[in-house]
């Protein structure tokens, strides 16, 4: 198995006042020829927005654009109709396709919201927009990596125009959880949003990645109670 680590505070920096961003990869003004992305895991931004504010209308093309909300509520709306909120424990997914304007505003006036916007390069070009929001609670069982995110519009989560898994779960002190990969061709990169975890000897704490291939599997200890995200997909187009 191969493994590469990333500091939470290796991460790129922008704070525009309104907005305070890390990058994992680059992204925008930060740029780390190093940090590219993870196969078609091109983006994943942890942005804190404060209220009253956000990102007005901007356009998107050829991309599987993820968000989910770690606390408060994004309101979003787009060009092909959808209106509403996006609410903490909520996982929303937009295939760009051949074209795509939103924005995503925070949802109330007075409370902050954090939430992690993530961009995955899609197997299929130019495909009709659309737009999926999903509740994740009746899918979430307790000590498990359980699926929000899939290639198949029948499994439990969203789906996108990828070969690409997602996994959350919250895990207690103490727990051992081992991860199969859905295609052993794949990698994973894990994402740390909250407490402290082992992988093959590297200690994750919050906010900490790690990226891991060349294997079937990887067993995951849990060192303080944490909330993991985990993000197979394939290593090239």
Same mark, same amino acid.
């Given at each position: ?7 939470a505070?290796?991460?790129?920096? !922008? ?15 930060y ?13 994943? #931004? ?28 994004? !309101? ?12 903490t ?17 925070n ?19 130019s ?15 307790? #000590? ?5 995110l899939?290639?198949? &519009?029948?499994? !439990? ?54 990226g ?10 849990v060192?303080? &109670? ?12």
């Open positions: 198995m191969k493994t590469i680590y990333h500091a505070d290796s991460r790129g920096d !922008a704070n525009h006042g309104w907005l305070k961003s890390r990058h994992t990869f680059s992204f925008a003004n740029y780390n020829p190093e940090r590219m992305g993870f196969g078609v895991l091109r983006v994943i #931004n942890d942005d804190f927005v404060i209220g009253g504010q956000g990102f007005g209308k901007h356009s998107h093309r050829d991309m599987e654009i993820i968000s989910i909300p770690l606390a408060g509520k994004l !309101a979003h709306g787009d060009s092909i109709g959808n209106e509403g909120m996006i609410e424990g909520e996982i929303q997914v937009m295939s760009a396709g051949t074209g795509i304007t939103h924005s995503e505003m949802g109330s006036r007075e409370e902050a919201v954090r939430f992690l916007q993530i961009w995955v390069m899609p197997s299929k070009m495909v009709a927009p659309r737009y999926q929001q999903v509740h994740m609670g009746t899918i979430m069982t307790p #000590n498990e990596f359980n699926q929000v899939s290639p198949n &519009a029948d499994d !439990a989560g969203v789906w996108i125009h990828q070969d690409a898994w997602f996994s959350m779960g919250e895990f207690d002190e103490g727990v051992t959880q081992t991860y199969q990969l859905n295609n052993p061709n794949n990698g994973v990169y894990i994402f740390v949003i909250a407490g402290t975890v082992v992988i093959d000897g590297n200690i994750l704490s919050t906010r900490d990645g790690l891991v291939w060349d294997t079937k599997h990887f067993t995951m200890e060192k303080e &109670a944490a909330k993991v995200l985990l993000m197979e997909v394939p290593l090239s187009m």
